[in-house]
């Protein structure tokens, strides 16, 4: 008995101190310590760690751990870390979620930070409106972007086509797209990249036909003809060889790395302008960007400006004041912005934008500049996504290659684009 | 009658007394035992069977990770089953790989084994190296590779043209090819059943061959006579083994297609699908019905391969 006593005693003891060991470490934190988290690329890695660190040298009481994922990968990261309870303070946020996040409660009010920490009062109102949600104001413009297309001028004229200009027609770009197919360099080699099933495209499109991605009261703002006519006008240009045929297009994973401008497949890629900078960084040839062709002469662009992306707090954040310190940071002090330069958009502050403007390379002058010479004619944002909107960009996409691949006619894809959306909308 | 009432309590009392103890001795013999149990059994019902009954649950609900379960009864179920055109093409996808690898790989694994199997020099070696794909296949820089081997420009197409001056398409993201391109990764990864096949094949007695050969047998007479046979029980257990591992199937179509499932939903298999329902578009309550509808699938395929095999599964006693 006395021996089964010891081996018990052991045993308690040594599970009393397994307890001690994992319940009593933590607890030792006095300053504060925020947790980031943001998606993008290595480029966009390097340049917030460098604010992150320099923002640590301003104020050497706040520690900010950060972490970053792939688009595709954040959305679920993101949600699981809401969800467990467990969500960064910092948390960069885009257009299409911030009305999902911010409604379910998951994001922290700002306003009462506005010109206390928070400088954002020269941002303009539009700009510091597409970080409200119901009239309160869950994000900070991070930067401003609009659709653009970025092309390989030299390469265009190698072959003696026009290359894509202001003011083009898209009439025109697909004659040009298909001249180039015919003295192109060398064998799978295209003027441009299939934009039949991006989303960003498509909305600019129906945009330049005053349609819209939705309507106000939330159904879809375009009709089966829309999609057809935008089809139809892509398979045109596939056919002619003006653009990638429908295998190399589906290699595209929609990021910067594996669109066809950037392997070496095609000279032009349909993107976001502050992308310019991701696309030159992987590109050997000088690239150069400008505005969506047109349906016709005198519609409209199609073009908006967006918040490329908002830094949002987390509601459950401990530490608010210091997540909107840094903030404020990288959007209203000059090392901060610098440090970020334009990778994430345009600063949307008019100081914090002229005093960067003098110290930007070429490119990224060039980005700011291309912003510049389409705002006059941008359109308004457009209204809030309704819920659903996110699985549309895939519908979309899945329809546009049953017809690349000559599954179905651009007619039929017009139709089963429409009925697949509205479908998708209706659903809880 | 007093008194026996008495002795009854009493009875039970010593009987309850005795219970406690024995409880309590058992308790003491195996304490050490439970507590060494414990990590397992915390990771059991921590990591396995609460997460299982909480999907269970879930799959009753409307769930977005954001606000708390909407229960909705059956209805995620009965729009899998009835209004559901990508439940149906996740199906159609994840049986035609299953149909196709397991057999292939089987085979392939059989094939291999036997060569082994005739004693070469530098077995242990060999039996490494061809095991190696099955230890790396189903990582991510397999399938990234995989990519990189049938793209457009690919080397299987840099090979192509080299010997038969053949421009081939981009394999991985063409729709008439993706899949099977998954099933050419899936069989490259036969290690595993080939190490079983292999110890299979040692168990059946040398005599037996040599048996037939006397009695005239040529090599295919004594593989369909005697090795298959002899190796039913094997050949069975790799194959269960198998096609449960198929039916789970992720990894390379996750990384292949990005999460799509595409090119037009030629990779969705059934676990993408899932995925993409729960993380993509936050629909978890669906996820852990298509989940569950997953779990019945393999049961039933697992049950019917039992209720099959007493028909071909030969057991030497």
Redesign the interface.
């Known amino acids: 008995m006395s021996m ?1 006593l010891d ?2 005693s052991v ?1 308690w003891g040594g ?1 009393s101190a397994l307890s001690l060991a994992t319940f009593h470490t933590p607890a030792l934190a006095q300053a504060a310590r925020l947790r980031m988290i943001w998606w993008g690329s290595q480029e966009r890695a390097d340049r917030t760690n460098k604010a992150i660190a320099a923002f640590k040298g301003a104020k050497p009481d706040i520690t900010i751990a950060g972490e970053f994922a792939g688009w ?1 990968d954040y ?2 990261r993101l ?2 870390q ?2 467990g309870r467990n969500a960064p303070d910092l948390i960069q946020m885009d257009y299409r979620y911030i009305f ?2 911010a409604r ?3 994001l922290a009010p700002l306003d009462d930070y506005i010109g206390k920490g928070l400088k954002i009062e020269d941002f303009g109102k539009a700009n510091v409106d597409s970080g409200r949600v119901d009239g309160k104001l869950f994000g900070v413009n991070l930067g401003v972007n609009s659709s653009v297309v970025i092309y390989d001028k030299a390469a265009w004229e190698k072959t003696g086509a026009k290359a894509p200009s202001l003011g083009q027609t898209w009439e025109e770009f697909a004659e040009n797209a298909i001249a180039f197919g015919k003295k192109k360099p060398k064998p ?1 080699y295209y003027a441009t990249a299939d934009a039949s099933g991006l989303e960003p495209s498509f909305e600019n499109y129906l945009r330049q036909n005053n349609k819209a991605l939705f309507a106000a009261d939330g159904q879809l703002g375009y009709e089966a003809s829309d999609v057809a006519s935008w089809f139809k006008m892509w398979d045109g240009i596939r056919k002619a060889g003006g653009c990638v045929p ?3 297009q ?2 595209d ?2 990021n910067i790395e594996t669109n066809a401008l950037t392997t070496g ?1 095609a000279a032009t890629a349909f993107a976001h302008s502050n992308q310019f900078v991701g696309y030159q960084a992987l590109n050997k040839s000088k690239l150069s960007l400008t505005a969506y062709p047109k349906v016709s002469a005198s519609s409209p662009t199609g073009h908006y400006l967006k918040p490329s992306m908002l830094m949002s707090v987390s509601a459950t954040s401990q530490n608010v004041q210091s997540a909107v310190d840094f903030i404020n940071f990288l959007v209203a002090s000059p090392e901060g912005v610098d440090l970020l330069g334009v990778e994430r958009g345009v600063p949307a502050s008019t100081a914090m934008r002229d005093q960067l403007t003098t110290k930007l390379d070429d490119v990224s002058k060039a980005m700011v500049e291309y912003i510049a010479a389409i705002t006059p004619n941008v359109g308004a944002l457009p209204i809030n996504p309704p819920q ?1 909107a ?2 549309l960009a ?1 519908v979309l ?2 329809v546009s ?2 017809v690349a ?1 000559g ?1 179905i006619t651009p007619e039929e894809g017009g139709e089963r684009m429409v009925s697949e959306a509205k479908n998708t909308l209706a659903r ?1 | 009658m007093a008194s026996q009432t008495e002795t009854m309590h009493r009875g039970s009392r010593t009987a309850a007394l005795r219970g406690q103890s024995a409880f309590r001795r058992m308790l ?1 013999r195996n ?2 035992g439970y ?1 060494f149990l414990l990590p397992w059994l915390l990771g059991f019902f921590g990591l396995t069977l609460g997460p299982a009954l909480a999907s269970l649950y879930l799959s009753f609900t ?1 769930y ?4 708390s379960p909407d229960w909705v009864g059956a209805a995620n179920y009965v729009r899998i089953l009835t209004d559901d055109p990508k439940f149906g093409a996740a199906m159609r996808v994840t049986f035609t790989y299953v149909i196709l690898s397991v057999p292939l790989k089987l085979a392939f694994a059989l094939a291999v084994a036997m060569a082994f199997n005739r004693g070469i020099k530098g077995l242990t070696l060999y039996r490494a190296i061809f095991y190696l794909p099955s230890l790396l296949g189903s990582s991510v820089a397999i399938a990234v590779l995989w990519r990189q081997l049938f ?3 690919g080397l299987i197409n840099m090979a192509l043209w080299q010997a038969f001056g053949y421009e081939g ?2 394999w ?4 008439d090819y993706a899949l099977y391109t998954l099933v050419l990764l899936s069989i490259w990864q036969f290690g595993s059943p080939m190490i079983i096949f292999l110890a299979g094949l040692r168990q059946i007695p040398k005599d037996m061959y040599e048996a037939a050969e006397m009695d005239g047998a040529g090599k295919a007479r004594q593989f369909f006579r005697i090795t298959l046979p002899l190796l039913t029980p094997v050949i069975f257990f790799n194959s269960v083994i198998q096609t449960i591992e198929a039916f789970k199937a992720f990894t390379p179509a996750f990384i292949i297609s ?3 499932g ?4 030629s990779t969705l298999f059934y676990t993408l699908y899932l995925y993409q329902e729960a ?4 629909r978890m309550g669906y996820a852990s019905a298509l989940a569950w509808i997953l779990v019945v699938i393999i049961s039933l395929f697992t049950a019917f391969s039992f209720l099959g095999a007493r028909y071909w599964v030969h057991y030497d006693d």
């Open positions: 089964m081996r018990r045993l599970l595709s959305w679920p949600a699981t809401v969800a999902e996040y379910r409660g998951a799978g429908a295998d190399v589906a290699l994973q929609l497949k659903g996110g699985e895939f996409t899945r290659q049953e691949f599954r809880k | 003491d304490a050490a507590v409307n977005d990770l954001l606000q793209a457009s420009d398409p981009s991985i993201s063409n729709p990005e999460g799509t595409g090119p037009i939903n993380f993509g578009f936050f």
